[in-house]
């Protein structure tokens, strides 16, 4: 069974940090790997989508690298702003015959003016 | 494009009715729908995936009888919570995918319906 882990859970820094999120998922067998943003009581927004075929994408000041073998993918946020601060989401899509994402616990992220 | 509305945005109802929530795809025609719950500071679980005109498929622990999908159209899928419980009180999210894009399958997500039942 599929599992997704995001670290850390929750993450406070001041503005103008470069951060990284993590998550790591258990079966190396994805279609493709999505990150999400959430804001409190709102629905998700698609912020960059990763085949397994690719090893990263980029948007803004947003990258995400994927490592397929070792089952790990980060999103990395260059200098961060107040209007980040939002909860993260990493999910998976486990193979092409199904389109079930798998979705992590998230990242909730402060940035402190 | 690949808009994904929700209706109502929020609900409040009394313990025992059942509630309705529309998820519609409002600039393509999604062959597949999925709803999702999410309880606070949780992250979202698949509960069922719908094709249009067939039975929905509902993950493991899901009751099918009270958590009622209909995938009556390409743009149109209503979930209904009958009987509804205060341990049913969740944030309900729908998505719907089409196939036969560059990136096959992507999930478009709706903003949400938050229920609250007392």
């Known amino acids: 069974k599929q599992e997704v882990t995001q670290i850390p859970a929750a993450l406070s820094v001041p503005e103008g940090e470069n951060l990284v999120l993590n998550c790591s998922f258990t079966?190396?067998?994805?279609?493709?790997l999505q990150w999400f943003r959430q804001d409190p009581g709102k629905g998700l927004t698609s912020l960059l989508l990763i085949q397994s075929s690719q090893r990263e994408q980029t948007s803004g000041r947003l990258n995400a690298s994927l490592d397929k073998s070792s089952g790990r993918s980060t999103l990395y946020i260059a200098a961060s702003q107040p209007g980040d601060s939002a909860t993260y989401l990493c999910?998976?899509?486990?193979?092409?015959?199904?389109?079930?994402?798998?979705f992590g616990q998230g990242t909730r992220l402060t940035i402190n003016p | 494009g690949a808009v994904v509305s929700q209706h109502p945005s929020w609900v409040i109802c009394k313990s025992g009715t059942s509630v309705k929530i529309e998820c519609r795809s409002l600039d393509f025609q999604a062959t597949t729908m999925f709803w999702y719950r999410q309880f606070p500071k949780q992250s979202l679980m698949l509960m069922a995936t719908s094709n249009e005109g067939s039975k929905a498929t509902y993950e493991q622990g899901v009751e099918k009888d009270k958590f009622l999908i209909n995938h009556a159209s390409l743009t149109l899928s209503t979930l209904t919570v009958t009987s509804a419980h205060p341990e049913d009180s969740s944030f309900y999210i729908c998505s719907a995918s089409i196939a036969g894009t560059s990136t096959w399958g992507e999930q478009f997500f709706g903003p949400g319906t938050r229920l609250t039942v007392l």
């Open positions: 079966d190396s067998a994805i279609y493709n």
């Open positions: 999910a998976v899509r486990l193979t092409q015959g199904a389109q079930k994402l798998v």
